[in-house]
C-alpha cells in the first residue's frame, strides 16, 4: 500500500473513533426533540467526524485497492475496545483481548501481503 493511502486510512480510523467516542457522550443526554439534538454538541461534532472519515476514506480508495483498504477499517474496531475500556471504565474479558489481537493480526498480514504481492 502506498504511505499516502495507509497515512489516509490510518487518519479515518482516528476520526471515526472521534466520532464514536462522542457519540457515547452524548448519548447519555441523547433526546429525539430537535432543539436538544442542536444543542448535544458531542453528537453534533461526532456527526462532523464521520464525514471527514468518510471524506479521508474516499481519498484512500482512490490512491489503493479496495480489498487493502477496506480491512484497515476494521482496526476502528480495536481503538473503540480500547476507548471504551480506558475513558468508560468498561471491562474487556480475554475473549474480546484475544479477538482484538486477531484483528490487530489481520491488518498486519493484509497490510504485509500488499507490500509483497
Known amino acids: 500500500m502506498k504511505p499516502a493511502a495507509l497515512l489516509l486510512i490510518l487518519l479515518f480510523t ?4 472521534a466520532g464514536q467516542y462522542l ?5 447519555g443526554s441523547l433526546s429525539f426533540e430537535l432543539g436538544a439534538l442542536i444543542m448535544n454538541y458531542p453528537v453534533i461534532i461526532g456527526l462532523f467526524f464521520y464525514a471527514v472519515a468518510a471524506v479521508l476514506l474516499m481519498y484512500a480508495l482512490k490512491k ?3 480489498s487493502v483498504v477496506y480491512p484497515f477499517i476494521g482496526l476502528s ?3 473503540v475496545a480500547l476507548l471504551a475500556f480506558f475513558f468508560f471504565s468498561e471491562r474487556l474479558l480475554a475473549v474480546n483481548w ?3 489481537g486477531f484483528i ?3 491488518v498486519s498480514l493484509v497490510g504485509y501481503g500488499s507490500g509483497h504481492g
Open 14 to 17: 482516528v476520526f471515526s473513533t
Open 23 to 27: 457519540y457515547k457522550l452524548g448519548a
Open 64 to 66: 489503493a485497492e479496495l
Open 77 to 79: 474496531y480495536v481503538w
Open 98 to 100: 484475544l479477538g482484538i
Open 104 to 106: 490487530a493480526a489481520g
